[in-house]
């Protein structure tokens, strides 16, 4: 029989009790990369905002500042509840939301975090339901503040392209670029605030957490539609590239876009590409995500194309000021 002493058996048990240890750290840390991304660094997302309840300040979705008092976001965040006989959908009275900004916490954690009241919700004017997928088409929906928000320390506005020929030809190269496409060797970004866990029984975990990154790839559009047709038969028509987005693929694990992440930018190359727009129920099977195009003329807000809600307040005041014109 071969004699074990007292302090080899010590150390034996020592050393597995300290590789069980690291190997359940590690899992724990990559469970955390797997399923929400990773915390954002300091200097990362400085142009997130949060468009919430003015009420309690519940996150909704994540926005984009992209000028002092405009944030892009998507259409479907903005747009009151879904009514199933209805492809078009009307938005949100703005005086019941606030957009949160200047911290990597959506609500009052950090020194830079300040709020400001929306004055309008505009919607993109080909915004719709598709229906047999229940995809939103033309995803996109502008927050208009009552207080702009000033650059500093904290807060950034993004980039983008100037011109809607200058944002083709720059999503163009990206697309061209093998090494943007999936397992290369560069990845874009998706900020936001969504959850960072989710199952069908409990519903999503992740409540009061700072913002976070994800990092995904492009593919092809044949692989995008075999991915979505993993799905279900009605997600299977839904042809993302012929209705003004493309597909993004999570780069490593599992999991990627979640509840709370619509409407938060697509960024390759510290450049504004999209806006996300759907992931099927967060899932750990269907790793494709649905990012929805720029449109830079919505952008820049040419009023006659957009769907608004504006202010009682700046209607009463018009009507005013034209009947004393009226009257002289």
């Not at 058996?9 to 955390?32: G, H, M, P, S, Y």
């Not at 991915?227 to 490593?252: D, E, S, T």
């Not at 129920?281 to 929805?292: A, E, G, T, Y």
Request: net charge positive; charged share 20%; hydrophobic share 35%.
């Amino acid at each position: 029989m071969l004699f074990i002493s007292t302090e080899v058996k010590k150390i034996a048990i020592f050393t597995l009790a300290t590789c069980n240890l690291i190997v359940n750290v590690q899992c724990k840390i990559r469970d955390e990369k797997i399923i929400g991304g990773r915390k954002a660094y300091k200097t990362e997302g400085l142009f997130m905002a949060s468009f919430q309840q003015a009420v309690d300040g519940k996150h909704i979705c994540g926005a984009t500042l992209y000028s002092p008092s405009y944030l892009l976001t998507s259409c479907k965040c903005i747009s009151e509840k879904v009514n199933s006989t209805e492809q078009r959908v009307a938005p949100l009275p703005p005086y019941q939301y606030q957009v949160s900004a200047g911290s990597k916490y959506n609500f009052p954690k950090e020194d830079g975090y300040v709020t400001a009241k929306v004055e309008a919700l505009y919607q993109h004017p080909e915004c719709r339901i598709d229906p047999e997928s229940w995809i939103w088409i033309n995803n996109l929906g502008i927050i208009y503040v009552e207080k702009p928000f000033e650059e500093g320390q904290s807060i950034k506005f993004i980039s983008f392209p100037s011109t809607q020929s200058d944002y083709t030809r720059a999503r163009f190269d990206i697309f061209q670029d093998q090494s943007y496409r999936y397992n290369g060797n560069k990845m874009c970004d998706v900020f936001g605030w969504g959850c960072i866990r989710y199952n069908k029984k409990d519903g999503c975990f992740g409540d009061k957490i700072p913002l976070r990154l994800r990092k995904l790839q492009l593919i092809t559009p044949e692989d995008c539609q075999e991915n979505l047709c993993q799905v279900n038969g009605k997600i299977c028509k839904f042809w993302p590239y012929q209705n003004n987005a493309f597909c993004a693929y999570v780069h490593i694990g599992f999991g990627s876009l979640c509840r709370g992440d619509g409407g938060s930018p697509f960024v390759c190359n510290n450049v504004m590409l999209g806006v996300a727009s759907w992931n099927y129920n967060c899932s750990r099977k269907i790793l494709v995500n649905i990012v929805n195009e720029l449109d830079l003329n919505f952008m820049k807000l040419d009023k006659s194309r957009a769907s608004c809600v504006c202010p009682i307040f700046g209607l009463f005041f018009t009507v005013l000021v034209l009947s004393h014109i009226i009257k002289f």
